[in-house]
Each structure stands twice: as C-alpha cells, then as structure tokens.
C-alpha cells in the first residue's frame, strides 16, 4: 500500500511539473505583458528596462527553472497588473468558485437522479421522452447562451434574481461566504442554475443507463416475486445499487466545474478564479495565469488520487496490481 | 403578487436593497462598469482606466474644467521661472481625508514616488527632473529642459500625503518585480471629492461623499458604489432591470433598445480616438519581396479604395465620424482645414497601382485584433474586401491585442490598425513624438512601419521646447499636414462613445476622452 501511495504521489509531481511547462510554452505565444503594464506616453528605453526587471528577457529554461523554484516554496510571486500577492489574489476568490460549484453539483443531483429514475422505470411514456429530449438541449447549448437567456428572463422580464455578482458576504476569517446571506443566495442561482445544466444531464443519463442495467438483474426479479412494493424496487433496492459510480463521477467531475466555471463566472460577473484567469489572460498577467493553472492541475490530482486509493482499498484486485 | 414577489427579491438584492432603502436621503449612483479598476494605487500600471476613478479619491495640481480645459486644484497659480523651472503656488486649507494639512513636501513625495525608477508611471512626467520646496505653499519644480505640456501631464499625477506613505512604507511605488505588496495598493487617502469606503476586488468599490473637500461641490452625490460587470450582455441587463442607474460601455449594437427603455436615456458621442492604419515601411515585406508601400501612389490608392462613408453607416452605424486628420477636432494641434477625408475613388485607386507596376496587385498581411476598438474586426473584413476589389490581396489577420500587439511592435505587420487618443496629454504631440516620429532613442516607441521623415521628426522637436502655445501648435500642425500628404498613416476615424444612465440624473456631463467625472453629476 505504502509504494502505491509512493507511486501515485511521484505520479502527481510529475503531471504537475508537466502543466506548469506546457502553461510555460503556452505563455510565450499570449504576448508581451509589458505592452500592457506601461501606457501609451512609456518610452522604449523604459520599455526594456521594465522587461528586464521582470525577467522576461532571460531564455525560455531559465525563466521556467526559476518558476518552479519558487513555486515549490509556495512563492507565486506579485500579480503584473493588481501588485498583489497571486496566492492571496487566488485564495481570496476561491471560496466563490467552490460556494459556486458545490451548489451546481448539488442542484444537478437533486434533479438529476429522480429524471434518471423516471426515464427508466417509464421508458414508453411521453413526460420520460420528453426529459430525454429536453436533455439534449441541456447538453447541447453553450454555457453562455444559457447564462445570458437566464439574465433575460429572470432579471430583466421578472426581476426575481440579480443578474450579476455574488450579494453581501460573511467573512468567516478564512472563507468568505455568501450563503449565509438573503442576497447571497438570491445571487447564487442563476449561476448555479446555469453551471449545473450540463450536470444534470450527464446524471440524469447516467441513473438511467445503470438503473436499466440493475433493473435487468436477477434481484430485482426475485425482489418483484416476493411482492415487494414497485416504489420500494425502483427507490430503495434498484437506485442504491446505481448511485456508486454517480458518486465517483460526481466527484471526479468537480474539478472539471471549477475549471469550466469560467465562463458562467464571466457571463455572471462571479468574483472567483475563473473571472481573475480571464483577466488574467487578457492583460497577459503571467503569475496569475500560471498559478491558476497549476492549482487547478493541483485539484484535479488530489481528486483523482483520492479516488485512486480508494479504489484500491475497496478493491484488493487493484493492489495486487502494482506488484 | 408580481409586485410583491419583486419587492422581495429587490430586498433580498443585497447592494441593490440597502440602496434602494436609503434612497431616499442619499444620492447614490451604482456604476456598471466594462471592467474593474486594477489597484487603488495611482502609480501602479499604466492604466487610465484607473487612474481616472482613482480622480474621485485623489486629486492632482491642475484638473481639467467641464470643457477639458486646464484649470487650478490644488495649485492655484504657477509661472515659469525660467524655461527649466515652474513655480507653484499651492491652495492652503486642503486637508487629506485622514486629516493631515496638505503642504509643499507631500508634492515632493508625490512627485519623487511618480517618477522612482521602478515607477509604471514614470513615462507620464517625462520632463520632470527635481522639485524643491520653496516653503509650505510653495514648490519649484526643475525640468530636464524646456517643456510646454507640463500642465497637462501634471493633471494626471495625484498627490499623496507624505506623512501617510513614511508611516506606512510606501514612498516608493510597488515594484512588481521585486514581488512585494504595497500599502496604497489597498489603502487610500487623498484630497479628492470622495473618500473610499470598501472594496471588493472584481466586486465592487465604495465611495462616500467627502465632507470636508475643499472645493464646492458642483455635485449633490453622497455614495459612489463601483461595480464591474465584464459581460456587455449582463451589464446591459443589469441596466434595464435597474441593478445599476449607469453604465459607460454600451454597447453600439444594444443601443436602440436602451433608447427605447422609457427609465433610460442614453449619451452618445464621438471619442477623442482616432483609428488609422499603419503601413510597414521596411525594405521588404514581412513575407519577403520588394516592398510596394514604400510607393506614395500605393498608400495613395489604398486610401482612395476604402469606401468611409459606407463602412461609417454600415458598420459603425452612422455613430462614428470620419477622419482627414490623425488627430481629433478637440486636440490642440488640430486643423479644421486640414480635416478633409481623402475620399473613395476606386478607379483612380486601379490608375495609381497601374501607374506604380501594381496592376495586378500584390499580397500582403493586414494585421488587426478583435476588440481593440469598436467594431474592429468587423470594419476589417469590410476594408480587406474593398481593397480585394481593386486587385489587392490582403491577408487579414485577426486576433486579440496581446498576441497582435508583438507582431505589429516587432515589423511582421505589412498594414495594421492603431488608435490613438493622445491621453494622458491631450494634445498632438503625443502622436508626433511617440507615433510619427523616426523610432530613434527614446521617440516614435510605436512607429511600428518604421519610416523616417527628417522634416517631420525637426518639426516635433522643436515643438517639444517651444513654450509659446501659438507657435508650438502650428508647428504640430504643419507636422501633421506632412503625415497627411505622405500618407505615413491612414487616418479612418473617430469611434463612437456610448454611455447610458437612469432618467434620474438631471445632469451627467459626457466628456469626449471617455472618462467620467463623479464630481460633475447631480442625480
């Protein structure tokens, strides 16, 4: 167990170091920071001496290694554009993208499993194809496209939601949340509404192919001889035995929320990670881009280790694997 | 019940409610803004974006009135001791929001943080060599020789107070490369109309209305809540559903719908920013061969080709004026009758490349980004298609300004598009010195083409010493008539500003360089 869990960490290094470089070779070919950092009146003698103090004259290698370097201490460096610490610049506005996506993953399985449910237990009726139907369209439709007929309906026509911003705040010391607030959450729902349409789909499609798959097995039958209430079947017996790999894909599929939160966080004006990139990228800020993106990388490996190891406690055959 | 359902949630809207609420007593204005301000320090990027909100709270020697003209703030007089040297007289009575006096050494802290070495701002007072304090209202400052535009540049410098930045480690400004935060990067304290009460970065930022300002107030405001709001599509849905009584990016195609909004009235006017395009006037083209823009009678028939006035109702949609001259009519240095555009003539445009060896055209990149300037990408394709006619053949090339801006800067640009509003300094010779001159020592940073017109740079150097304002501005002009009969660039036009506010505003003055004033509007 112990090399395992060696190897996954050695594993997890070694995909971290490889996103920092690919961000690197990417970095090169977004433009020239200084351009941005220094305004029209700047003269080129101040142009160059800025680039040099930043380091962006030095080779390729040399400004990766110093990266990775300080990196490794936690040193992110200050922002080009704010002048502020990168790491507190991030921390401060993760809160908002995790409050964000928590509240998506959940609205997506409130509604997501019970659509999966019906769709299978009521293949032939009329409400079971239109969710079919509907979902494609949930699936199919950009995130943006959602986000601004959202805005449309609920904010301009009714005025029941904000169109943009999180509300008032609670600063707990260390995490700030809007949840706690009236207007707090009356700003967290369209986002989360609109973050979590893509969700519902991939959940809804997942209990039903697995529900179908449980309701062909053998239990299930022997469970329908004994005269067992169907409600029980479906919802007690059945749907349990399907929820292990929603769960999995749930959880895997946070770290792919937090990362595609950017765009509704645009759309929505939501103060997280994702809006600070897009900044980021548009005013070449390389700190900034870079420390996104490495901790992004960062959360997508803990997760997948974590569900790793816990595969390879639930199942021996995977331990006995890596010998 | 639909009344009641929208009382709540405007109650449960946060900001919006606690506004709403006090509305009453207070005059607040809720600002949708395109994009957040970047740092509450003045000197921290060259940004005017910035520096402008940064105005509210921080005041500088002069300011500029109503009409953009230069008038006294916190100096009320100066003279030109001799050509190097200004003396300013300072207002007394002025206090900073903490409470401390403004006197002559907070100037000279000031100006030393605004021009350190490792200052993004130092390129905005170029002359300035040293200041001494003559006494407490009293200030010379020295230049590094003669320079008639110093009033303007200073407009742009706010004045910090001395005593806070020694307490707080801030008199020199934050190097970003040294990689420490500075205290004015989160913290204010200035002379200026409003006093900052919280900021939320990306959020919003929170301005209360100074008391104690020493000017009288020509505004009835008593909260300033800035709120960025990045999406066009969001912020003008946050101004109809009424989140925000003011937004000062709309968008030209939103516009009619805004008009038709009965709570709603929009601005509208032309920018002091000029759009033109550049030509590469290297040796050879950036994909190698001899170089036909370096012919007059081709940039002469470039001109001639582009149909203005179609892409001016077409593409601009009637909002945007078109230009004969670099510069804007507001600029000083600009000459009304020197403002004629060239106009569209297609086959005098086929006569001048014929007449060239161009008959067949030739292939070059034409180099433009995607949201640069207000419907960039589109007028491009519009452009690119004109010259297709005439047997050209561009290869356009669209892309966002950070990935553009190193092709253009670096000569892998054969004609590209630059806008130019001569901000901070407001006058020609910002385009002279930084665009037209010959790219030689610290002059002509964005002759991105790279040509050299002797009689051109000898013009903008003697404008840059001469300190009778007559003089200086025919000069420019004379400058600019020479930039226009050899075609170095080619002037499109003046792009369209729109702003839009709620109707309860009885005055919201629009100022044609783009930025608003909250210290001018009455609610």
């Given at each position: 167990?112990?090399?395992?869990?060696?190897?996954?960490?050695?594993?997890?290094?070694?995909?971290?170091?490889?996103?920092?470089?690919?961000?690197?070779?990417?970095?090169?070919?977004?433009?020239?920071?200084?351009?941005?950092?220094?305004?029209?009146?700047?003269?080129?003698?101040?142009?160059?001496?800025?680039?040099?103090?930043?380091?962006?004259?030095?080779?390729?290698?040399?400004?990766?290694?110093?990266?990775?370097?300080?990196?490794?201490?936690?040193?992110?460096?200050?922002?080009?554009?704010?002048?502020?610490?990168?790491?507190?610049?991030?921390?401060?506005?993760?809160?908002?993208?995790?409050?964000?996506?928590?509240?998506?993953?959940?609205?997506?399985?409130?509604?997501?499993?019970?659509?999966?449910?019906?769709?299978?237990?009521?293949?032939?009726?009329?409400?079971?194809?239109?969710?079919?139907?509907?979902?494609?369209?949930?699936?199919?439709?950009?995130?943006?496209?959602?986000?601004?007929?959202?805005?449309?309906?609920?904010?301009?026509?009714?005025?029941?939601?904000?169109?943009?911003?999180?509300g008032d705040t609670v600063d707990l010391g260390w995490w700030t949340t809007g949840l706690l607030t009236p207007s707090g959450r009356m700003s967290i729902v369209l986002p989360a509404l609109s973050l979590s349409l893509f969700q519902i789909t991939l959940v809804m499609r997942l209990v039903r192919a697995e529900m179908l798959e449980v309701l062909r097995s053998d239990f299930i039958k022997f469970a329908r001889a004994r005269g067992i209430p169907a409600r029980s079947i479906h919802f007690r017996h059945a749907l349990r035995n399907c929820l292990m790999p929603v769960v999995t894909m749930t959880a895997m599929q946070i770290g792919g929320l937090i990362a595609f939160a950017l765009v509704t966080e645009t759309v929505f004006q939501w103060p997280g990670m994702g809006l600070l990139f897009i900044q980021a990228v548009t005013f070449v800020d390389v700190p900034i881009m870079a420390a996104y993106l490495c901790i992004v990388a960062l959360i997508f490996v803990v997760l997948n280790a974590i569900v790793d190891m816990t595969y390879a406690v639930i199942d021996p055959r995977l331990r006995g694997a890596e010998k | 019940m639909k009344f009641s359902r929208k009382l709540q949630s405007v109650t449960l809207g946060g900001l919006t409610a606690v506004l709403l609420a006090t509305s009453s007593s207070a005059e607040t204005v809720r600002w949708g803004a395109p994009r957040d301000i970047v740092s509450l320090d003045p000197y921290s990027y060259g940004d005017s974006y910035t520096i402008n909100f940064l105005n509210n709270i921080y005041e500088g020697l002069v300011r500029y009135n109503r009409d953009l003209q230069i008038e006294p703030a916190l100096a009320t007089s100066w003279e030109v001791v001799s050509p190097t040297t200004w003396r300013f007289t300072l207002r007394e009575g002025v206090k900073f929001h903490d409470g401390a006096d403004f006197t002559a050494e907070d100037v000279l802290a000031s100006l030393q943080r605004v021009t350190d070495e490792t200052s993004p701002l130092k390129g905005n007072l170029p002359a300035y060599k040293s200041a001494t304090v003559v006494d407490d209202y009293t200030i010379d400052i020295e230049l590094n020789g003669a320079y008639p535009l110093l009033l303007n540049d200073l407009t742009n410098i706010h004045i910090f107070d001395k005593g806070w930045l020694v307490a707080n480690n801030a008199e020199k400004p934050t190097d970003v490369s040294a990689g420490v935060e500075g205290y004015a990067t989160f913290n204010t304290n200035g002379t200026g109309p409003f006093v900052l009460e919280s900021r939320t970065p990306e959020a919003q930022t929170i301005l209360n209305v100074n008391e104690n300002w020493w000017d009288e107030p020509k505004h009835n405001l008593t909260r300033v809540e800035f709120q960025p709001i990045s999406s066009a599509a969001t912020r003008v849905a946050a101004l109809l559903s009424g989140e925000v009584d003011f937004v000062d990016s709309a968008p030209v195609q939103d516009l009619p719908r805004l008009e038709a909004a009965s709570n709603l009235k929009v601005l509208e006017r032309t920018d002091l920013r000029t759009v033109m395009l550049g030509f590469n006037r290297r040796d050879e083209l950036v994909a190698g061969g001899e170089n036909p823009l370096n012919d007059l009678r081709v940039r002469q028939a470039m001109q001639l080709a582009v149909d203005m006035d179609l892409i001016q109702q077409k593409v601009m949609r009637g909002k945007s004026r078109n230009a004969g001259l670099l510069v804007a009519p507001s600029i000083p240095g600009y000459s009304e009758e020197l403002d004629t555009p060239a106009g569209y003539d297609p086959e005098k445009a086929k006569a001048l490349l014929a007449e060239a060896g161009y008959e067949d055209g030739f292939e070059f990149d034409f180099v433009c980004t995607n949201e640069s300037y207000v419907n960039e990408e589109q007028f491009c394709q519009a452009i690119a298609s004109m010259w297709s006619r005439v047997g050209l053949n561009p290869k356009l090339d669209i892309g966002p300004t950070a990935k553009q801006t190193p092709k253009r800067a670096n000569g892998k640009a054969d004609v590209y598009t630059l806008g130019w509003a001569t901000l901070p300094m407001l006058d020609t010779y910002s385009i002279l010195v930084q665009v037209l001159h010959s790219k030689t020592g610290n002059s002509g940073v964005f002759n991105w083409g790279d040509w050299s017109y002797p009689e051109l740079d000898k013009l903008t150097q003697s404008a840059a010493v001469e300190l009778d304002r007559d003089t200086r501005l025919q000069m420019e002009t004379d400058a600019l008539k020479i930039a226009k009969d050899e075609v170095i660039m080619m002037p499109l036009h003046q792009q369209p500003m729109a702003w839009a506010v709620s109707n309860a505003f009885s005055d919201f003055p629009q100022f044609p360089d783009n930025k608003p004033r909250m210290w001018y509007v009455t609610k």
């Open positions: 167990m112990l090399a395992f869990i060696i190897k996954r960490l050695a594993n997890a290094v070694f995909v971290m170091l490889s996103v920092t470089f690919l961000a690197f070779v990417i970095f090169r070919f977004v433009g020239d920071p200084v351009d941005q950092m220094l305004n029209e009146q700047a003269t080129q003698e101040q142009r160059d001496d800025l680039r040099e103090r930043l380091g962006l004259d030095k080779p390729f290698l040399v400004q990766f290694t110093t990266f990775v370097g300080r990196a490794a201490t936690g040193d992110f460096g200050i922002s080009f554009r704010n002048q502020r610490d990168v790491l507190d610049m991030i921390a401060e506005r993760f809160p908002a993208t995790f409050e964000l996506v928590l509240v998506a993953t959940f609205i997506s399985l409130i509604v997501g499993v019970p659509m999966g449910v019906i769709t299978a237990i009521k293949r032939q009726s009329w409400y079971a194809e239109t969710m079919q139907f509907t979902s494609i369209i949930g699936i199919s439709l950009p995130s943006f496209v959602v986000g601004i007929g959202l805005i449309l309906v609920f904010s301009v026509w009714l005025g029941w939601f904000p169109a943009f911003g999180r | -």
